[in-house]
């Protein structure tokens, strides 16, 4: 079975303009939920999509918005970029993002460079 | 928030040492997870754990859930070069529709052969 996949894996942007990353989840995998990752902050959570609704949302501000497709697949995007905008950006997948015992499992993320 | 304080940061051994490194939390967590990452690349679950007090064991890989569910532990036994990376602990702090993981700030392992 195929893992999760995200394009591109790596971006340069420039400050001000918008990007939209995407993620394929794993087959049968209805729970997409997006994080971004940064040396001084570390792993933090942007928000959970389910059936094309999105379920949970980290603290991140306006800018960060995302959406999913009936078919799962799921994409992110980040308007007026910021330089603190650059870090991996991460899309995990699972079955149903509801019992206990699901577990999410990572792509390998989209590096974004904001210059 | 949630925090999840991670220790120790780094840890530098030589090959077929063990290794342990833990993760607690300010409040409760019904799930701890804990992933590996290599450079350039998302985590990799390496084992993941549902009940309070469990041990499970992944090859050279053991990790215990706390029994107060603050804390887990990750021991890795006899260790060698491919254990390079950053391993991160994760906590989910209830099911039904709430899925959102607190990550602690890794652990970097570097092994020297």
């Known amino acids: 079975k195929a893992g999760v996949t995200q394009t591109p894996r790596y971006l340069i942007k420039t400050r001000g303009q918008q990007v939209t990353l995407s993620c394929s989840p794993i087959?049968?995998?209805?729970?997409v939920s997006w994080y971004q990752q940064t040396p001084g902050q570390g792993l933090q959570f942007l928000f959970e999509?389910?059936?094309?609704?999105?379920?949970n949302k980290g603290n991140f501000p306006g800018r960060f918005s995302g959406r999913q497709f009936s078919n799962s697949r799921s994409e992110m995007n980040v308007s007026t970029l910021e330089l603190g905008d650059s870090a991996l950006y991460l899309c995990?997948?699972?079955?149903?993002?509801?019992?206990?015992?699901?577990?999410?499992?990572f792509g390998p993320g989209t590096r974004l460079t904001v210059l | 928030g949630q925090q999840l304080n991670q220790s120790p940061q780094s840890m530098f051994i030589q090959e077929g040492e063990d290794v342990s490194m833990n993760c607690t939390s300010s409040?409760?967590?019904?799930?701890w997870l804990w992933y590996k990452q290599d450079p350039g690349e998302g985590p990799v679950l390496l084992i993941a754990?549902?009940?309070?007090?469990e041990l499970t064991s992944n090859g050279r890989l053991t990790a215990q859930f706390g029994i107060t569910r603050k804390d887990s532990f990750l021991n890795i036994s006899a260790s060698i070069p491919s254990d390079v990376g950053i391993y991160f602990c994760?906590?989910?702090?209830?099911?039904?529709?709430?899925?959102?993981?607190?990550f602690g700030k890794g652990t970097l392992l570097t092994v020297n052969p």
């Open positions: 995990a997948s699972s079955l149903a993002g509801g019992p206990i015992t699901d577990t999410q499992y």
């Open positions: 087959s049968g995998h209805r729970s």
């Open positions: 999509y389910f059936s094309e609704t999105q379920r």
């Open positions: 409040s409760i967590f019904n799930t």
């Open positions: 754990l549902y009940k309070a007090g």
């Open positions: 994760a906590g989910r702090s209830s099911g039904g529709s709430n899925y959102k993981l607190t």
